[in-house]
Nanobody
């Protein structure tokens, strides 16, 4: 079964850190890009970062650049989102996604999400 499972969310104070994990299964991990998205209550979903697993190239949205980083463990089929200097506006449900089919299909596989809450 093609699947992504996020973990690592929680409650943290402003300025704190969290590391989210995205565990992949059921597809060839090396061939995909993994993206992280977030959705805050009442707001549209926001793409915040992505990584091409084959070469570790990454992209970050301006809203998180310099504070968030991505890394991967290919052997364990895991992708991490390290979030530092967290702000209340980072509060959202965070999702990872993969472009398993590829091409114009875009991100076709999504995890269930993990809640991140940053208290002021």
């Amino acid at each position: 079964e093609v699947q992504l499972v996020e973990s690592g969310g929680g409650l943290v104070q402003t300025g704190g850190s969290l590391r989210l994990s995205c565990a992949a299964s059921g597809f060839t991990f090396d061939d995909v890009a993994i993206g992280w998205f977030r959705q805050a209550p009442g707001k549209a979903s926001e793409g915040i970062s992505c990584m091409k697993i084959s070469d570790n190239s990454t992209w970050f949205a301006d809203s998180v650049k310099g504070r968030f980083t991505m890394s991967s463990d290919i052997a364990k089929k895991l992708v991490y989102l390290q979030m530092n200097s967290l702000k209340p506006e980072d509060t959202a449900v965070y999702y990872c996604a993969a472009d398993v089919v590829g091409g114009e299909a875009g991100y076709d596989t999504w995890g269930q999400g993990t809640q991140v809450t940053v208290s002021s």
